[in-house]
């Protein structure tokens, strides 16, 4: 296996290993406790290969990005307090129904949607 093919896994098995969707900066942190000679540089790289071959997700939150290891489809909320990306259980029944109907209304072939969710989370709320 190359270095570059083991610095992608450890990079992979951080994000895949978490639910919080962490910024690069953490994953960096995270991936040098397993190699600890990484370069900030390399983790964007391969975080860039992950997304590019469907291993991850990247949500934009304003001016920085998070990345998600759960890729298949659900939902996001985001604090406007806290800023904290949460995962949202919904049934996703209606997915289809939601993407058929744009399809109809519109001639487009649609094969995903983006939605999030925003407010204040439970933790702030209590604060």
């Known amino acids: 296996m190359s270095r570059n093919s083991e610095q992608r896994k450890a990079v ?12 690069a900066a953490w994953i960096y942190e995270q991936t040098r406790k397993e190699i600890p000679n990484i370069s900030l540089g390399t983790v964007y790289r391969n975080l860039r290969h ?18 998600d290891g759960n890729i298949q489809n659900h939902y996001h909320f985001k604090c406007a307090r806290c800023h904290e ?6 049934e ?24 999030e969710f925003g407010g204040i989370c439970k933790r702030c709320r209590e604060t």
Request: a negative charge.
């Open 50 to 67: 992950l997304i590019n071959d469907g291993e991850i997700l990247e949500l934009e939150t304003g001016n920085y990005k998070r990345y």
């Open 92 to 115: 996703l029944d209606n997915v289809i129904n939601i993407n058929n109907e744009v399809a109809h209304k519109t001639g487009f072939i649609v094969t995903h949607h983006y939605l």
């Open 12 to 23: 992979l098995a951080v994000v895949r290993g978490t639910t919080c969707h962490p910024d």
């Open 85 to 90: 990306i949460y995962d949202v259980d919904l």
